[in-house]
């Protein structure tokens, strides 16, 4: 009975989290590691099948192998299946089982689940996790059948292929990890490129990266709208600014690289915008893209770098620092600028301790990817500009790429996965998984002024 109470005091919800990642890659691993997992029936090599089991489980979608040609079906199913955990979360995924088998679910239990799917209180959390699941299924669904028809007459595959492939599209695009199959159809890291003008295929897995990022609280306050007429100040701020930078990155691409003949000057009008559009959707954390990333210029890249940088919204199957961080951010900015003391968003004050953790997230994702970029610049033959997008991609699980994932070294592929792995898992969750007990002071310093500026 001591032991289970000393156990209970040093695993908290931060740390079960972090070990429940490290055991699903590890799985992922020696799962991806076997024979039966290689199209050729060749052992992969270990590490290799850690990076594809880290970008899977992180929903990052950064790859060393070409997943349609070097995976077997079983591979592949393996893949998806550590995109669908990683994406809603294992611990949403060990609840439903603990559900289906009609077993209470703890205070405990509920405390993890609050970490792991941001949600603010303890309350109503099992709920949102029915929630949770019930969405995914039905959005997954839907995007499968949609995509199936259009592979079945697109691209002429059979009708259980055409299956095959809405299904891995569907659940890999709304867990914005970015994967694909296309491989098999027109060449190894094909990608989605050759759909670059392909509206149906562009709008429907927009959709699935736009819902899979802007959070399932965000998707129950936008399904419960019709009866309850009003939305949480967390899904306006998370509404508002998405499709903010979705508008303004599409209309930033459009115009960077209107003239570039690498990306968008062969495409006709419409399919233009369409690909700026899909562009800037994607750098939510979709991580797939229709253009030819490092063949853009260097300013629409480090704008790319930007978006990524911000990601999805809390409790969404996307990365980066969050969306509402952004936001907090600027509005800091803000009430400073107008000498005031709160940050205020829709007339609701915003607590300073939520503002103070913004900002040391925002720093802790700043420090580690200035870290790792650093280690990369020294593992690595690439430009900074590439080792800078590739480190803010692997970080906001996003899997962009301009190329240098494949070429990656034995160290450049061990700093990349660190990198997914932190990122999914976050600065602060990992902060608070390696420190102790956080403890209020019992007493407070004499006040200090120091020059600003």
Not at 148 to 168: D, E, K, M, Q, T
Not at 245 to 273: D, Q, Y
Not at 356 to 374: D, G, H, N, P, R
Request: aromatic letters at 10%; proline letters at 3%.
């Amino acid at each position: 009975m001591q032991t289970k109470k000393i156990t209970k005091s040093i695993l908290t919800p931060a740390k079960i989290l972090v070990i429940g990642f490290f055991l699903i890659i590890s799985l992922g691993t020696f799962l991806l590691s076997l024979p039966i997992s290689s199209v050729n029936g060749v052992r992969i090599p270990f590490l290799n099948a850690l990076f594809t089991a880290t970008s899977a489980t992180c929903v990052t979608g950064l790859t060393v192998l070409d997943i349609g040609t070097a995976f077997s079906t079983f591979g592949q199913v393996v893949i998806a299946m550590l995109v669908q955990i990683g994406g809603i979360g294992f611990m949403t995924m060990a609840t439903l089982i603990a559900l289906v088998l009609n077993k209470r679910i703890s205070l405990r239990e509920r405390l993890i689940l609050q970490e792991a799917l941001n949600h603010g209180t303890i309350d109503g959390v099992v709920r949102l996790v029915k929630k949770v699941i019930l969405y995914s299924l039905l959005v997954e669904l839907a995007g499968a059948l949609l995509l199936a028809v259009h592979f079945f007459f697109s691209l002429h595959l059979s009708l259980g292929r055409s299956a095959y492939f809405g299904i891995f599209h569907s659940i890999s695009m709304f867990n914005n990890a970015g994967f694909d199959l296309m491989g098999t159809v027109n060449g190894p890291f094909s990608g989605m490129v050759p759909f670059v003008q392909d509206p149906f295929i562009n709008i429907v897995m927009m959709g699935l990266i736009f819902l899979g990022g802007i959070g399932f609280i965000v998707l129950s306050d936008l399904i419960d709208f019709p009866n309850t007429r009003k939305l949480s100040l967390h899904s306006k701020v998370v509404l508002t600014a998405t499709l903010l930078l979705i508008v303004i990155g599409t209309l930033v691409i459009f115009a960077m690289e209107f003239s570039n003949p690498s990306t968008l000057k062969p495409l006709h009008a419409g399919g233009k915008f369409l690909a700026s559009m899909f562009q800037s959707v994607t750098t939510r954390s979709g991580g797939v893209a229709t253009l030819d990333i490092g063949a853009f210029r260097q300013s629409t890249q480090f704008m790319l770098i930007l978006l990524m940088f911000t990601g999805a919204a809390p409790g969404s199957t996307g990365g980066g620092i969050k969306i509402t961080t952004f936001v907090l951010l600027l509005g800091a900015v803000y009430a400073m600028i107008r000498g005031r003391e709160d940050v205020v968003l829709f007339r609701k004050r915003i607590a300073k301790d939520v503002v103070y953790k913004a900002i040391t997230l925002t720093l802790l994702s700043l420090l580690l990817i200035i870290v790792f970029s650093m280690l990369l610049s020294i593992t690595e033959h690439q430009d900074f500009m590439t080792i800078l997008f590739e480190s803010t991609s692997a970080f906001g699980t996003t899997g962009l790429s301009m190329g240098m994932t494949t070429h990656l070294s034995a160290l450049g592929k061990v700093w990349i996965i660190c990198l997914m792995f932190f990122g999914r898992i976050g600065p602060l969750t990992l902060v608070y998984a390696l420190s102790r007990d956080r403890k209020k002071d019992l007493y407070n310093y004499p006040e200090g002024r120091i020059i600003i500026g």
